[in-house]
């Protein structure tokens, strides 16, 4: 019994270490990183390098499924992008309430015979609408199939090189697209960009504008606030400097279209975002395809986290399923030196960290309760453990919303900032618990294809 339990503290020690140190490490590279991009990049910078000499035209995919209560904020804001020449292609999949409907009223829609290339295999297409007032708004109705199945019949419907995929309870900075697209411009062998995504529940917005930026009201939407920070600020900053970034949000992302079309585009899977970033680092090193994937540290894109814990649920298990059936998919590229510093770190990160780690974790906590019931705990290493693990995490949640304040200055009253710090200083107090067994249950599932769709948020 001695053994097991000496053995069980030091898995347990090595993953809190491993893990934790991975947060730390990664906290301070994102801290520097951050603060290099704006020593070099100003926005008459951006304005220079997207003259109308070396712009490359965009297209927005907005993927919908019954968004009547969002769409049309969505689409204002879009439709009033600081940008030299776009289209936005809306893809209604189906929707069984009536946002095709408040789309034709208020962008009066009328049938249109466009031709659609069918590059990439999707659901069939009904009509086509172009709106009278906005000459570069398309809708495309089509039958149900899904996110992925709307996102390429947006890219089937796109006319222009580059496609950015947006979701359509989300509103974009007004030069959002400028600072994603300047890296196309800088750098020709990018092919995919993504910026930093915030949460917008507890906000007003008017017109398609936030006027006022506030953290929300409930409990569960201001830890999902925190999570957004320390995974985005430190995260997906760090993984873009060690050139192994492996997902990119499907909130909000810039892609080559042609390189979408040469890998068949989106798979069918709930985790398409990172899905298509592991194919496309996958395709590329095959094909001695020089590329790069960016992560820009810019606060460009607003989105509505779920509001309750019952679609908060849905959202990490499809999350979770998602990461799991890309890891499998991609599962020749585990270790292979063939791909880089992807799979000798990228994958195995993920495949450790973010796919085992609740299990590691869970099993710490059963562990700790079954020698506390049968009365071999070692209540010092117990203590100890998890005192330094709470403030361990605490000082990483804390750090990270500070150093967020710090650079992009979001919040207007102080009480906003240290309401957020206590949540960070909470967090670890049963909801990373909770969102760990989340994790830990969907990780058994991802063979599931169900979406899951979350209840938004009120803003």
Same mark, same amino acid.
């Given at each position: 019994?001695?053994?097991?339990?000496?053995?069980?503290?030091?898995?347990?020690?090595?993953?809190?270490?491993?893990?934790?140190?991975?947060?730390?490490?990664?906290? %301070?590279?994102?801290?520097?990183?951050?603060?290099?991009?704006?020593?070099?990049?100003?926005?008459?910078?951006?304005?220079?390098?997207?003259?109308?000499?070396?712009?490359?035209?965009?297209?927005?995919?907005?993927?919908?499924?019954?968004?009547?209560?969002?769409?049309?904020?969505?689409?204002?804001?879009?439709?009033?992008?600081?940008?030299?020449?776009?289209?936005?292609?809306?893809?209604?999949?189906?929707?069984?309430?009536?946002?095709?409907?408040?789309?034709?009223?208020?962008?009066?829609?009328?049938?249109?015979?466009?031709?659609?290339?069918?590059?990439?295999?999707?659901?069939?297409?009904?009509?086509?609408?172009?709106?009278?007032?906005?000459?570069?708004?398309?809708?495309?109705?089509?039958?149900?199939?899904?996110?992925?199945?709307?996102?390429?019949?947006?890219?089937?419907?796109?006319?222009?090189?580059?496609?950015?995929?947006?979701?359509?309870?989300?509103?974009?900075?007004?030069?959002?697209?400028?600072?994603?697209?300047?890296?196309?411009?800088?750098?020709?062998?990018?092919?995919?960009?993504?910026?930093?995504?915030?949460?917008?529940?507890?906000?007003?917005?008017?017109?398609?504008?936030?006027?006022?930026?506030?953290?929300?009201?409930?409990?569960?939407?201001?830890?999902?606030?925190?999570?957004?920070?320390?995974?985005? %600020?430190?995260?997906?900053?760090? @993984?873009?400097?060690?050139?192994?970034?492996?997902?990119?949000?499907?909130?909000?992302?810039?892609?080559?279209?042609?390189?979408?079309?040469?890998?068949?585009?989106?798979?069918?899977?709930?985790?398409?975002?990172?899905?298509?970033?592991?194919?496309?680092?996958?395709?590329?090193?095959?094909?001695?395809?020089?590329?790069?994937?960016?992560?820009?540290?810019?606060?460009?894109?607003?989105?509505?986290?779920?509001?309750?814990?019952?679609?908060? @649920?849905?959202?990490?298990?499809?999350?979770?399923?998602?990461?799991?059936?890309?890891?499998?998919?991609?599962?020749?590229?585990?270790?292979?030196?063939?791909?880089?510093?992807?799979?000798?770190?990228?994958?195995?990160?993920?495949?450790?960290?973010?796919?085992?780690?609740?299990?590691?974790?869970?099993?710490?906590?059963?562990?700790?309760?079954?020698?506390?019931?049968?009365?071999?705990?070692?209540?010092?290493?117990?203590?100890?453990?998890?005192?330094?693990?709470?403030?361990?995490?605490?000082?990483?949640?804390?750090?990270?919303? %500070?150093?967020?304040?710090?650079?992009?200055?979001?919040?207007?009253?102080?009480?906003?900032?240290?309401?957020?710090?206590?949540?960070?200083?909470?967090?670890?107090?049963?909801?990373?618990?909770?969102?760990?067994?989340?994790?830990? @249950?969907?990780?058994?599932?991802?063979?599931?294809?169900? @979406?899951?769709?979350?209840?938004?948020?009120?803003?």
């Amino acid at each position: 019994m001695e053994i097991l339990i000496l053995v069980f503290q030091a898995v347990i020690l090595t993953y809190f270490l491993f893990l934790n140190g991975f947060y730390t490490f990664f906290t %301070l590279i994102s801290l520097v990183q951050v603060r290099n991009y704006y020593s070099r990049v100003t926005f008459q910078d951006i304005r220079s390098h997207l003259s109308p000499s070396y712009y490359r035209p965009i297209t927005i995919v907005v993927p919908a499924y019954n968004e009547e209560s969002t769409i049309i904020n969505n689409l204002k804001s879009l439709l009033s992008l600081k940008y030299p020449q776009y289209e936005v292609v809306v893809v209604d999949d189906g929707s069984t309430d009536g946002t095709l409907q408040r789309l034709k009223k208020e962008f009066r829609l009328v049938e249109t015979q466009k031709p659609i290339k069918l590059v990439i295999s999707h659901k069939a297409i009904k009509k086509v609408y172009l709106s009278l007032d906005f000459g570069h708004l398309i809708v495309v109705h089509k039958e149900n199939g899904g996110k992925t199945d709307a996102l390429n019949a947006g890219i089937n419907a796109s006319s222009y090189p580059l496609f950015c995929s947006i979701d359509a309870d989300s509103i974009l900075d007004k030069e959002g697209l400028l600072r994603a697209a300047r890296q196309f411009v800088i750098d020709k062998r990018v092919i995919s960009t993504g910026g930093i995504i915030r949460v917008l529940n507890g906000s007003k917005v008017e017109k398609g504008e936030i006027v006022d930026y506030h953290p929300p009201r409930r409990m569960v939407e201001n830890f999902q606030v925190v999570e957004y920070i320390r995974g985005f %600020l430190s995260g997906r900053t760090a @993984w873009n400097y060690l050139g192994s970034l492996l997902i990119i949000s499907g909130t909000f992302a810039l892609f080559r279209k042609d390189l979408a079309i040469a890998v068949g585009g989106y798979r069918e899977t709930v985790g398409e975002d990172m899905d298509l970033i592991v194919r496309f680092h996958k395709y590329c090193r095959e094909n001695h395809i020089p590329y790069r994937i960016l992560f820009v540290p810019d606060p460009v894109c607003y989105t509505q986290v779920p509001s309750d814990f019952k679609s908060l @649920w849905k959202q990490r298990n499809r999350w979770q399923r998602g990461l799991v059936d890309s890891l499998y998919f991609s599962r020749k590229m585990f270790l292979n030196p063939r791909y880089g510093t992807v799979g000798l770190f990228g994958v195995p990160y993920f495949l450790f960290v973010e796919t085992l780690g609740p299990m590691v974790e869970l099993l710490g906590y059963v562990g700790f309760l079954l020698f506390l019931v049968f009365g071999v705990l070692n209540w010092t290493f117990a203590l100890l453990f998890f005192v330094v693990a709470i403030l361990w995490a605490m000082w990483i949640n804390i750090g990270s919303i %500070l150093v967020d304040e710090l650079l992009y200055k979001r919040y207007k009253r102080f009480r906003d900032v240290m309401k957020l710090c206590v949540f960070g200083l909470i967090e670890m107090l049963g909801y990373r618990q909770m969102i760990s067994f989340f994790r830990f @249950w969907a990780s058994f599932q991802f063979r599931r294809k169900k @979406w899951g769709k979350a209840k938004r948020g009120q803003i």
